[in-house]
């Protein structure tokens, strides 16, 4: 019996992921096991797209009454013909002392921990969208999210910043390393100019109007942890992707976005810089 924990949690960086067998794995199990069916006020939606920690994605090999891939969050698994309580329900608090996430910083699981309280805040209050009017921006890429949450190559293998660029490299892009200049640290200060190497054009005064020519994007940081990317769509709203999973069109409090800098942007704090993106002028990798 062996598991694959991934902790769905970076936009812009990899997620980590740790490998449990052996004798691991059977306690693991013991944790993980199916206590009791979930009944319908319980079930609180686990939405993918949302800055932060979004879950933990567990792929099991042997394990019985499990599924081959299944999602656990703040006691809940949810998965193909699985929707129970977990034996553990503070799997998380297991998994925050693990010696995989200390090896991303002392204060990682500490951090992970907000995250899962964030997250669980999140779960109760998520809602589906409001469409008001807002202004247009012809230059900019039509909000398809189709073209990316293929569930497959497309979405897994490209990140915010391909996403926030309308550019597919399938190759989970990093700001300035096309162009040899990448990223140094999680700072604004590190970031904005690998993206400048890039080609994007730094734009602090666009004061979210769009351009006249490509389109705008916005650079955020979580200080110390990660990354992110928003994009401005033609309808005036903007949108995002976090690492490998959906597109969406909503902040993580389940609003549509029409200023990234009010917007819930959960543990991503930061805001650096507005930027625009020449359709043609740019190569990210």
């Known amino acids: ?134 202004e247009h921006c012809k230059c900019a890429p039509l909000y398809e999210p189709n073209w990316w949450n293929d569930s497959g190559q497309v979405q897994y293998n490209n990140n915010c910043y391909n996403y926030g660029c309308d550019y597919r490299s399938d190759t989970y892009a990093q700001p300035g390393l096309a162009a040899g200049a990448e990223y140094t640290s999680l700072t604004c200060g590190s970031v904005r100019p690998a993206a400048i190497a890039d080609c994007l054009i730094d734009a602090p005064t666009a004061n979210n109007r769009c351009p006249k020519e490509g389109h705008l994007v916005a650079l955020v940081i979580w200080p110390g942890g990660d990354f992110h990317w928003f994009r401005k769509n033609r309808n005036g709203y903007w949108s995002q992707k976090m690492g490998g999973t959906p597109v969406t069109n909503v902040d993580n409090s389940g609003n549509l976005i029409p200023d990234v800098r009010t917007a819930d942007r959960g543990p991503y704090t930061d805001f650096c810089t507005f930027m625009v993106v020449m359709h043609g002028h740019i190569k990210i990798a």
């Open 1 to 134: 019996m062996e598991f694959r924990i991934t902790v769905d949690i970076f936009s812009g960086r990899k997620n980590p992921v740790i490998e449990v067998k052996g004798k691991e794995a059977t306690r693991l199990y013991e944790r993980l096991r199916p206590a009791r069916a979930l009944s319908a006020k319980e079930r609180l939606p686990l939405p993918e797209s949302t800055l932060g920690y979004r879950g933990l994605i567990i792929e099991s090999t042997g394990a019985r009454s499990l599924p081959k891939t299944f999602r656990f969050a703040h006691g809940d698994l949810v998965g193909p013909r699985l929707s129970h309580r977990a034996a553990d329900e503070d799997l998380e608090q297991y998994i925050a002392r693990h010696a995989s996430l200390r090896k991303l910083g002392k204060n990682f699981p500490s951090q992970f921990l907000k995250e899962v309280e964030r997250f669980r805040e999140c779960r109760r209050k998520h809602h589906p969208p409001h469409w008001p009017r807002r």
